[in-house]
């Protein structure tokens, strides 16, 4: 066992973990943050993103004793007093239907509106490529994530 | 009492999902999310191989290894190896082998179970896999089907003697119509279509946990399955656990297009394990497990054709289909290609109508439900050959449709295969969608393109498709020999404080039936959307139900739901009657609210209603407390939605690639609830439905292995791979049922398969392509277009 | 899946790097992003006894100006190479090939020395540290050593880099005026990886190419120069009429496979569109 100390939506946990223990695991089951969710094995569908540092990261293809030091925020940590207006646009546009994939898919969204602001749909297309959805036909996602992209331009 | 919201008419509105506060948070409740304490997690040692004998498997290795409680072959399993059921006998002398939950002494596909270990944690029980000790026997693979039902095939059963698993025929004009009709053609256009295998890849992976709950030996089951009811019952009946006993519930559920409509090996072995340990049982599989052991889609080899007037009119169409079952039957894998039986003549007039089915099994995955299931395969070729009959005519693609389909004044027109279409209007949707499409400027633009030699070429595609929803009338179940009904229940509870629990038996993962079913009971009994809670996914808590699958839910147990509240509102009257000190007749119900004709300051709101109910201090004589009602709805019939599908695409002649330029739709699903998710659903089903035709194939070598079997190979589309779509409507409502609806669950995914072939087809005509394989990947268009060069030369 | 278990060790500098690399023997792997290696854990397609992770090591990070040539630190991430500004001003064609990797959070975390070190030869960078005549410092228990692109890849999924060694850096040198370049990739869906790979550099003068580099990915078991177009290219106009014929030679030398994503005809005929795609884009033709 490998003693980790990693910040996790705010909160420090500080926590013995096997090396091969996978960031998304000790995530849902050490720290209980089950929002945070496993569609594959081979690092394709995005699901289980959230954000390493502050840059999205795939949690399912990160060791935890890799993240030890670091700084996660997860979909359970994005919301404040109100929801982040990626969360918000989501809703609005029906970017969402089963949900599995929308955590990972909103932490997607908000680190490329992050390091592009003002993104054209080609971009908003690329910028999610690392996550997959099998519900909306990413349609709904674009408009999501361009309506975010609107609204952080006017408010925030 | 809480101060009331006004009610709002709801129906039609698109309003924002309530679901969607948890699933953006974070703050679901999925299966694998349930950590029970003592609970022990199962993993599965699975077949590496397509076909083999098991000559040796051994588990006591597994033993060894840290927090290993038990370990289990076929032997040690015992009585408790269950075998999956098949509940669609399609023929009386049907096939059906036995399919034990873990394989008894031979293996028949890639990712059968072979055995298993329980341990403290999954890590420890994935550890312990490398502990059993299995050894094979190599036996002959067959995985082409057209090889499986010739002499001398390898068999996938040798026990049974033949691969095939039942021949199916429908001649509804008799035998001898088709050849009939087909004689006084001037055209017969004939073609083999490969509807390929695909693989459902929903986002959550299945998972599974059974647990034994309080003193009374109940055994509770969270499953990430479509049918918590159907589950119930068969596993009931697989397992020998009391019906009363088991508790199934579908927790939040990401996502199932036919894929958890099953009941699966998995569910087996963990009830039999939990009720056997006094144990809770945890299992969730990885994507690779998900890949080789969910069932797959499609599948079919279909010889196709059609046969018509020198002007174009159809007289006749004749279907034989190969179908692949798979290594084994699941709940209803033989019935699959009869579900697009009904759908070859689609929106078309014909004088004749012949069908054939064989059923294959081969050493593969087996085939069930996935989005569509049959509808996409009969609207595929349907739509494919019509465009190749227009070509060999001469006329524009449209042009032949038109002459073809059933008027919108000859409604409700019996078709070719027998069903009775009740209404429809194909040429109001397809004016829209011309429109929408710009349809005559790409015409010219392709004309142009064409001409200049342009190494990307402009290809138009039509898919003008029907399907049938709603499945189905009970009777009609019967008749074809599926051994479940096709109604539909849903509970209305107007509890004391005005507030409503509307308990339904549809079970939804990914649909918003929390907030389309509000909105159905809101108007219905004139109280807020926001007050009403769906009740759903539980067999205590919502007892009755056939679950959610081949978009039923709304047709079908949208009637429930309608008929349920109308009964809460007959009730609610007399109350209101005998309150108001006035005849029933006299109330008028509008907007929650009873007031007395003639004298509308005597009024009562039904959710005052419901506290006289409750209190029941002054109720008619003879009536009982509590203002609640049931309704169970057995559907009249089958709803047809339609629509008209355009794709441009564009096909670079120098690398294959297809680029999709434009996709309008304008579909027809009758009254829409909540227009939001209704876009929503079709967006979804045309993702899908294009992927089968550019991207997706489940590919086996000849020896049974799958070699898709990660996402890194089985190509599910990202967002760039995929356009922004139009889409849009007409409204022609269903008259089979009260609300007018249709359904919508699978349109995008049965229409616009064809409506991409078609375009890739048509960017290529003036090479002489007249046919490309799917998926449409772009070696596969270079293949097509060089062997059509060279065929010209 | 759940990975085998496995000792994981973090040093701090190269040098303890490669004495727990020793002392782990050889089933012990270095580890930078793990964008690669956690894969193969999960599908236990790998299971090293140790994992000796090298991402906080200063001295493998970084991005340097040589002037006449820069240096990436093999610890660097995706992120970090493609938002480089040095990088996007002197190594324009790394850059550009680095956001055609993965996806965003695979580029976040995976590293530039990773992806080279990994030897896939569907990769993409293996052609473009190819074609730009990159050195590899590998350090090992005897020292350091400088080893050419050339050398650097020797199979699929085999470097240079020995069991006990480390690459420390990757030395590019730039090209100077009058060179355009362009990585053109091919896959069959977004995400997916490259079927082939064309990563040009060319030098054009008074309307005339002078001089080419072409590194192909996945064309054969090691990223490959496509040498007899780059001596075909030498001297033609800068047209695309007249760069497609040249490039026609392209599938020379190369030793394609058939897989699922191609066979080795289509992958040679993607060789030739796509190298007078690529050539025509950087020579701006």
Known sequence: MTKVSITVDGVLHESEVEPRTLLVHYLREQVGKVGTVVGCDTSSCGACTILLDGRSAKSCSVLAVQADGSSVTTIEGLAGDEWHPVQAAFKECHGLQCGYCTPGMVMSAVDLLSENPNPSEAEIREGLEGNLCRCTGYHNIVKSVALAAETMKGGK | MTELAEHVAAVGRPLKRKEDARLLTGKTQWTDNIQLAGALHMAILRSPMGHAKITKLDVSGALKYPGVEAAYGADELGDLNGSVPCVWPVTD???????????????????????????????????????????????????????????????????????????YKLQPQGDGAYEAAKAKADVVVKRRFVNQRLIPAFMEPRAVVASPMGTSGELTIWSATQVPHVLRVLLALVTGVS??????????????????????????????????????????????????????????????????????????????????????????????????????????????????????????????????????????????????????????????????????????????????????????????AMALFKYDELRAEQVKRRASGDKVQLGIGISTFTEMCGLAPSRTLGALKYVAGGWEHCTIRVLPTGKVELVTGTSPHGQGHETAWSQIASDTLGIPVDDIEVIHGDTRTSPYGMDTYGSRSLAVGGQAILRAGEKVVEKARLIAAHQLECSANDLEFDNGVFRVKGDPSKEKAIQAVAFEAFSAHDLPDGLEPTLQAESTVDPQDFSYPHGTHLCAMEVDTETGKSTIRSYVCVDDIGIQINPLIVEGQVHGGLAQGIAQALYEGAVYDSDGQLLTASFADYLVPSAPDLPSFVTDHTITPSTTNPLGTKGVGEAGAIASTPAVINAIVDALRPYGVNDVPMPALPMTVWRTLNAARQGGK | ???????????????????????????????????????????????????????????????????????IGAASTHWDVLNNEIVKTHVKLLADATATVADPQVRHRGTFGGALAHGDPAGDLPAVVVALDATFEIAGAKGRRQVTAKDFFVDYFTTAVGPDEILVSVTIPKLGKGWGTCYEKFNRSANGWAIVGVAAAVKVEGGKITEARIGLTNCASVPVRASSVESALKGVSASATEIESASQSAADGTRATSDLGADKEYREHLMRVLTARAVSCAAGA
């Open chain 2, 93 to 167: 002398d049907m096939v059906a082998p036995d399919f034990p939950a873990l394989a008894k002494g031979e293996v028949r596909h890639m990712g059968d179970c072979v055995a298993l270990v329980l341990a403290g944690t999954a890590a420890q029980a994935a550890d312990a896999l490398e502990g059993i000790v299995v050894e094979y026997s190599a036996l002959p693979a067959v995985i082409d089907m057209e090889e499986a039902i010739k002499d001398g095939s390898p068999l996938v059963h040798s026990d049974k003697g033949t691969n095939k698993c039942y021949t």
């Open chain 2, 243 to 432: 019906e009363n006993k088991l508790r199934v519930v579908a927790p939040d559920v990401g996502g199932g297009f036919g894929g958890k409509l099953q009941c699966y090996r998995e569910e087996i072995l963990c009830v039999a394990l939990a009720n056997k340990l006094g144990r809770p049982i945890k299992w969730n599989e990885t994507r690779s497990e998900d890949m080789m052991a969910t069932h797959h889609g499609r599948d079919q080899l279909q010889d196709i054709e059609i046969a018509a007037t020198k002007d174009g009119k159809l007289l006749g169409l004749k279907v034989d289909l190969i179908a692949n079952m798979g290594a084994y039957l699941q709940i209803i894998t033989p019935g699959i290609p009869l579900l697009g039986m009904f759908m070859y003549p689609a929106i078309y007039k014909m004088d004749a109508y012949d069908f054939s089915c064989i059923g294959v099994f081969t050493n593969t995955t087996p085939t069930d439900a996935y989005r569509g299931a049959g509808r996409p395969e009969a609207t595929y070729a349907i739509e494919r050959i019509m465009d190749e009959l227009a070509h060999e005519l001469g006329m524009e693609p449209m042009e032949l449709r038109k002459k073809n389909w059933i008027k919108h004044e000859e409604f409700p027109y019996t078709t070719a295969a027998g069903l009775t279409y009740d209404s429809g209007n194909y040429e109001a949707a397809t004016d829209k």
């Open chain 3, 1 to 71: 899946m759940i990975p085998s278990k496995f000792d994981y060790v973090r040093p701090n500098s190269v040098d303890e790097a490669v004495a727990a690399l020793k002392a782990g023997g050889e089933d012990s792997k270095v580890i930078t992003g793990g964008q690669s290696m956690l894969p193969l854990l999960r599908l236990r397609l790998a299971a090293p006894s140790v994992l000796v992770d090298c991402a906080r090591i200063d001295e493998m990070k970084g991005i340097k100006d040589n002037g006449d040539s820069v240096t």
